[in-house]
């Protein structure tokens, strides 16, 4: 009966002891990932920005890939970017986003302590449309049903002149 007591709180201490430290190495807490401007359109630049509570990293990084929900097609070239620390556990950096026809971006952070690396949850941005014009949709000229209805109104009018004249 001894041993069994023994035993049962020699496991006790262990998972107790075993808790704390993987509680402790668990490395940084993400807050959301947040976009200035809210609603970015393609070929922007965003602020991106993050909030790290618990272990402090010595690096943290994003990694943002932009898609064509379209065609279902994600962008090969990765943009992997270093984040600052910008105030208390706040960290953020500038990415420029490079591809015309992208629907959204997905974005993720990952933060580096003790030598392991840890991620965030991935969150997905939809990008606003262009307003300036320039995506190459709409370019602000009539179409041929324009011109077909001129032609209809121009012999419908000829064709009633005729019909008076007569």
Same mark, same amino acid.
């Given at each position: 009966?001894?041993?069994?007591?023994?035993?049962?709180?020699?496991?006790?201490?262990?998972?107790?002891?075993?808790?704390?430290?993987?509680?402790?190495?668990?490395?940084?807490?993400?807050?959301?990932?947040?976009?200035?401007?809210?609603?970015?359109?393609?070929?922007?630049?965003?602020?991106?920005?993050?909030?790290?509570?618990? $272990?402090?990293?010595?690096?943290?990084?994003?990694?943002?890939?932009?898609?064509?929900?379209?065609?279902?097609?994600?962008?090969? $070239?990765?943009?992997?970017?270093?984040?600052?620390?910008?105030?208390?556990?706040?960290?953020?950096?500038?990415?420029?986003?490079?591809?015309?026809?992208?629907?959204?971006?997905?974005?993720?952070?990952?933060?580096?302590?003790?030598?392991?690396?840890?991620?965030?949850?991935?969150?997905?941005?939809?990008?606003? $449309?262009?307003?300036?014009?320039? $995506?190459?949709?709409?370019?602000?000229?009539?179409?041929?049903?324009?011109?077909?209805?001129?032609?209809?109104?121009?012999?419908?009018?000829?064709?009633?002149?005729?019909?008076?004249?007569?």
């Amino acid at each position: 009966m001894k041993i069994e007591r023994k035993f049962g709180l020699l496991v006790v201490i262990i998972s107790v002891l075993g808790a704390t430290f993987v509680s402790s190495a668990a490395g940084p807490t993400f807050g959301e990932i947040t976009l200035s401007p809210t609603s970015p359109t393609a070929l922007s630049t965003v602020t991106l920005s993050v909030t790290l509570s618990g $272990d402090t990293p010595s690096e943290v990084r994003v990694t943002v890939e932009e898609c064509n929900g379209r065609t279902g097609i994600c962008h090969p $070239d990765i943009q992997n970017v270093t984040m600052s620390l910008f105030n208390a556990g706040n960290y953020k950096t500038n990415v420029t986003l490079k591809h015309a026809d992208a629907t959204y971006i997905t974005c993720h952070v990952v933060a580096k302590t003790s030598g392991t690396w840890t991620s965030s949850p991935e969150k997905k941005i939809n990008l606003s $449309d262009n307003t300036n014009g320039n $995506d190459g949709n709409d370019d602000k000229t009539p179409g041929f049903e324009v011109v077909l209805f001129i032609i209809a109104i121009g012999v419908s009018l000829i064709v009633l002149a005729r019909k008076r004249v007569k």
